[in-house]
């Protein structure tokens, strides 16, 4: 079992940066596929982003490739999303998951998820 508890999230203005992280702990996290998606109000769950447990393989939406960067430490077991140049458009609750094996595009190849954290974006 995987436990993912994600923080960081807040409001902030269009243009600004902001810095999610998914903190994990159980099995052998480190070996997990990590990934980051979004839901904003009245939409479906998007995709954001994605790592490999080693970190040399990773994923971006266009939506946000260029202005997002994933990262992970596995020693702390903790996965980040750093979000830079911030839209309007940006604003949803945004979730990390685990899945065994490498990253994955797909919300349902993960097993694991954490709660959320709400991201707003004020133009």
Known sequence: QVQLVESGGGLVQAG???????????RTVSM???GWF???PG???????AINWTGDSNGYADSVRG???????????????QMNTLKPEDTAVYYCAA????WSRLDFQYKFWGQ???VTVSS
């Open 99 to 102: 899945r065994y094996g490498g």
């Open 16 to 26: 600004g940066s902001l810095r999610v992280s998914c903190a994990a702990s159980g």
């Open 38 to 40: 979004r839901q904003a």
């Open 32 to 34: 997990y596929g990590m």
């Open 43 to 49: 939409k479906e769950r998007e995709f954001v982003g």
């Open 67 to 81: 202005r997002f960067t994933i990262s992970r430490d596995n020693a702390k077991t903790t996965v980040y999303l």
């Open 116 to 118: 959320g954290t709400q």
